[in-house]
């Protein structure tokens, strides 16, 4: 895993990797199951990633790291962990198992704050590995590790390295904070938890809040029942038309068989796969992948 953009480059922020991100929970449900997705519960505690100087740096490093492979269920796993010199923050070699190796950067002998950050995207890249779930380019794959580190319960340890101020300039991993922060909103509505105060640091937390706020968004989108009145307007008049609606929007229209029917299909805001519903009034529709019950007014 990579650390900062470069020392001297300004970390990248808002939503550049939304559309692998979204795929990426999607690939997640559909190689996982709902119930695989949901046994993913409680997150990782922020008491098990705390590891200071009183504490023996290997016994520690192995401690953190068997939390780790507990947190992301994955029976058996062992993980051997190293510190050496390198450019990256971590790296592991992924084998047949069960034991594995992962390297981490020298720095965090004395920097043991995000060790577990570090680890959370080495034991994700694990479970994808022994999942079989990956995708072909290699720059999308990093991006489907840190959704599901994030999505999986880990990788909010990942969103609370990333730090600014007068002596640090840090972030770990792939997506931006915004989208740690969309991803986390996104587990904390399906498992009905707050990672809010689990933050350590300021610069993540207001990320959580920006990422929030468009996980947020997903929730009214039409033809969701809780769309705001402009989108139910522009809903209604693409759908007199049958058109694809102009604005962005990811419904669609389609014929439904034979006859004038017509039905819509639209991402499910938890998952993102799309759901394919009648065309006509209020309806509970229940998506197929994740199972949410989808209150719509198509
Ligand atoms: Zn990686
Ligand atoms: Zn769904």
Redesign the pocket.
């Known amino acids: 895993?990579k650390e900062n953009d470069g020392p001297r480059r300004a970390i990248e922020h808002g939503f550049p990797h939304l559309a692998t991100v979204r795929a990426s929970i999607t690939a997640l449900f559909r190689r996982m199951s709902a119930d695989g997705i949901r046994a993913h519960a409680p997150s990782f505690s922020p008491a098990d990633a705390a590891f200071d100087a009183s504490e023996d740096l290997h016994l520690g490093a192995q401690r953190l790291a068997s939390a780790m492979v507990r947190a992301l269920r994955l029976p058996e796993a062992r993980m051997v962990v190293a510190f050496r010199p390198m450019d990256e923050a971590a790296t592991v070699e992924l084998t047949a198992g069960p034991e594995y190796f992962v390297e981490v950067n020298d720095r965090f002998r004395t920097h043991r704050r995000d060790l577990a950050a570090a680890l959370s995207?080495?034991v994700a890249?694990v479970l994808l590995h022994r999942l079989e779930l990956a995708f072909p380019d290699p720059a999308e794959n990093?991006i489907l590790?840190d959704t599901a580190a994030a999505y999986l319960g880990a990788g909010w340890l990942l969103l609370d390295a990333y730090r600014e101020d007068a002596l640090t300039h840090q972030r770990l991993g792939y997506l931006t904070p915004e989208e740690f922060g969309y991803v986390l909103a996104k587990r904390a509505a399906l498992f009905d938890e707050d990672p809010s105060p689990w933050f350590t640091s300021p610069q993540a937390y207001e990320a959580y809040v920006r990422g929030s706020a468009l996980a947020a968004r997903d929730l009214r989108r039409a033809p969701l029942a809780a769309a705001g009145p402009a989108a139910r307007r522009r809903y209604a008049r693409a759908r007199r038309c049958g058109l694809a609606p102009r604005d962005g929007s990811a419904y669609r229209f389609e014929p439904a068989g034979s006859g004038p029917a017509l039905r819509v299909s639209f991402p499910c805001p938890v998952c993102e796969q799309r759901v394919r519903v009648p065309v006509g009034g209020r309806l509970r529709a229940r998506c197929g992948l994740c199972r949410s019950v989808l209150d719509c007014d198509t």
């Open positions: 895993m995207h080495e890249h990093e590790t």
